[in-house]
């Protein structure tokens, strides 16, 4: 299908987080294998390449400072959500991660965020993305279904719950990718998604609501090209992803290949070290 209208870059505001700490010394997610080795400097290089590409493309990039023990904070879309000043913090899964909890929240409340102190488990963006007025909520390996309850009654916003069978995306944001963060009045949210990560039920719901969607194929998924950042122009995006790409040009966006095969290895990509603040 090919764009109906220019596409139009907007400019965004992320929270990152340099990996001066990061290495794979445990296991939750099928990415992550402690016994290949990783190399923190090559992490830090390719981490630098995308923060330069949203600073050069006239973004705001943020910083939270990672804490030693905590190699997984570089993926800061798991560390809230946020929408009309408020954050809404994250509850972690699993106990390697829990000590990030409070390294957020405490980021936002400097920052002037109003916060909203999860009671339900949730891990911020990599299940929830917005997409126009509505959140996309994921489940079935992080996020509980009562967090997607919590996030609507915080956020006052429609929530869509949509649920995950493959354990290697086990984040909505590893599946799925909006690509407008910004719909002008009358105007359709396009958005990306890997089918067969999906439920039966999801895949439905995702059609009815977004039939002109960029289905992407297995090469592409197992690629993790869905894990991607939009500007509304410019996609940051998997090099490897390369059909994936090909889909983006064909509907108008100019992808920006990001090479993060280092932090792969911790099971995160360009849209795991991306959160997006939205005060």
Not at 84 to 112: N, Q
Not at 120 to 129: A, P, Q, R, T, V
């Amino acid at each position: 299908m090919a764009a109906t209208a220019p596409r139009v870059a907007h400019r965004r505001s992320y929270l990152m987080c340099r990996p001066d700490h990061f290495t794979v010394s445990y296991s939750i997610n099928p990415w992550m294998q402690p016994s290949t080795p990783t190399d923190t400097a090559r992490a830090v290089r390719q981490w630098q390449a995308l923060h330069d590409a949203y600073v050069e493309l006239g973004h705001e990039v943020q910083l939270i400072d990672q804490a030693p023990g905590l190699p997984d904070m570089v993926y800061t879309a798991n560390g809230g959500f946020t929408i009309d000043g408020i954050a809404y913090g994250p509850k972690f899964r699993f106990a390697e991660r829990a000590g990030e909890e409070e390294l957020f929240l405490d980021w936002f409340v400097a920052h002037g965020f109003d916060v909203a102190v999860p009671a339900e488990i949730n891990e911020g963006e990599g299940d929830f993305l917005l997409a126009g007025d509505t959140i996309l909520a994921g489940a079935g390996f992080r996020s509980s279904k009562a967090s997607h309850r919590e996030i609507g009654a915080t956020t006052g916003r429609e929530v869509v719950p949509l649920t995950l069978i493959d354990s290697r995306f086990y984040h909505l944001d590893t599946a799925l990718t909006v690509l407008d963060p910004v719909v002008e009045d009358g105007a359709t949210t396009t958005i990306a998604y890997l089918p067969t990560a999906f439920d039966d039920a999801s895949r439905a719901v995702l059609a009815e609501r977004f039939p002109d969607a960029i289905r992407v194929g297995a090469d592409d998924g197992d690629a993790f090209g869905l894990n991607a950042a939009s500007d509304g122009l410019h996609v940051f995006v998997s090099p490897r992803a390369r059909g994936f790409q090909a889909q983006l040009r064909e509907r108008g966006y100019q992808p920006v290949p990001i090479d993060l095969s280092e932090l792969l290895l911790g099971g995160g990509g360009v849209k795991c070290c991306t959160l997006e603040l939205r005060i």
